[in-house]
Structures are given as structure tokens and as C-alpha cells.
T-cell receptor, first 117, second 110 residues
């Protein structure tokens, strides 16, 4: 199984709502990533989990709260978002790298398209 | 990211023509990855290059990593409409920080 599954595929929420994006993989990967992609832009790294611990936070606003409850699951909790947070949110997984950082390819899900009204 | 620059930003080619996309890093690369993305969808892994001078091919797509490991090129031979999409190079710069280049949008006219 080389799939990364993201749910929901589409999400519409108001600025006062609380919602969550979910990501699941069963490849035994111990690194998982969240990316944000705006239209016509490349994906931007948000968070990286390594062995279920948050290892990288790219200065993401606290209205985005990641969680990695186990080695197969990654959540992104959303609260009090702004309309400019509307984007495609991509989850990815990979093996954990060595000191050089190279881990082999990242496997991506199809993304969750978020619209904030 | 600021570490990876891609050129050109966009390409429109006639079906059957060859094309090249370039990716330049501001730092030495441990590995360079090429992905393709259909509009608004997930990313498809194409290939990874790790050694300076390495060249890999898959169907009509060939990628090279230069000897100094700071530049890569992706070459498509005899382009087809199915090659259309956004091509992204990517690389690790620190432990598990994987960044993408700015992307190249390719349109292939039948």
C-alpha cells in the first residue's frame, strides 16, 4: 500500500468554526508533513513530524494546530481561520532521514481543499 | 522556496516538440526530486537524483543532476498532451525540511 489518504477532500468553514483535516498512511513511514498550496503557487511547508514528535514548524499561525496521534495518522486542527487561509492542504509521508537529510521520496495525498468564508 | 529556482515559469509547446525545465539550488544538494502536479491535485513522483552527474529516464522524461550538484534539468522528448501539468523540483535542506521550487507550468498543444 503506497497511498496517503486525506479526508475530507473539500471543506467549507466559517471563521468561527473548528474543523480538522485528517491524513493516514500505512507504509511504515515515520516522517509526516503538512503543506499549504495557494493557487498557482508551489506547496509551502508548514509542519513536519518525525517519530510522532513535531520537529519543524515553519512559523505557522497558532490557528493551525497539528497533531500526530500515532505513526499512521496526522491531523491538522483548524480554528478561527481567515479567508486568506483558503487553499489546498497537502499531507505527505516519507522515511526519516539521516544526518544528510535525504530520505527518499515524499508520498503525497490528493489534498483537502479548504474554503474559509 | 528561496533555495530552489525553476525556469521557465511556463511553457507552451507544440505536440511532438522537445523541452527542458531547469532547477537551480543556492546550496549543494543531497538529492533532487522531480514531481508533476495536475491542476489542483496531489503530486506524482517522477524521479530522484542523488549523485553528481547522475541521469535517469522514465518513458520520455529524462532528468540530470550536474556534477557540482547544484542544478538539475528535466527534459521531455516528443511531448504529448498527457505531459501537460506543473513540474516541481524539490529537495531537502535540513533534516526533513523538504522545499519545492517555484514550479513550471507546461501546456502541450495538440
Amino acid at each position: 500500500d503506497t497511498e496517503v489518504t486525506q479526508t475530507p477532500k473539500h471543506l467549507v468553514m466559517g471563521m468561527t468554526n473548528k474543523k480538522s483535516l485528517k491524513c493516514e498512511q500505512h507504509m511504515g513511514h515515520r516522517a509526516m508533513y503538512w503543506y499549504k498550496q495557494k493557487a498557482k503557487k508551489p506547496p509551502e511547508l508548514m509542519f513536519v513530524y518525525s517519530y510522532e514528535k513535531l520537529s519543524i514548524n515553519e512559523s505557522v499561525p497558532s490557528r493551525f494546530s497539528p497533531e500526530c496521534p500515532n505513526s499512521s495518522l496526522l491531523n491538522l486542527h483548524l480554528h478561527a481561520l481567515q479567508p486568506e487561509d483558503s487553499a489546498l492542504y497537502l499531507c505527505a509521508s516519507s522515511q526519516v532521514g539521516l544526518a544528510g537529510g535525504d530520505t527518499g521520496e515524499l508520498f503525497f495525498g490528493e489534498g483537502s481543499r479548504l474554503t474559509v468564508l | 522556496s528561496q533555495e530552489l529556482e525553476q525556469s521557465p515559469q511556463s511553457l507552451i509547446v507544440q505536440e511532438g516538440k522537445n523541452l527542458t525545465i531547469n532547477c537551480t539550488s543556492s546550496k549543494t544538494l543531497y538529492g533532487l526530486y522531480w514531481y508533476k502536479q495536475k491542476y489542483g491535485e496531489g503530486l506524482i513522483f517522477l524521479m530522484m537524483l542523488q549523485k553528481g552527474g547522475e541521469e535517469k529516464s522514465h518513458e520520455k522524461i529524462t532528468a540530470k543532476l550536474d556534477e557540482k550538484k547544484q542544478q538539475s534539468s528535466l527534459h521531455i522528448t516528443a511531448s504529448q498532451p498527457s505531459h501537460a501539468g506543473i513540474y516541481l523540483c524539490g529537495a531537502f535542506y535540513n533534516f526533513n525540511k523538504f522545499y519545492f521550487g517555484s514550479g513550471t507550468k507546461l501546456n502541450v498543444k495538440p
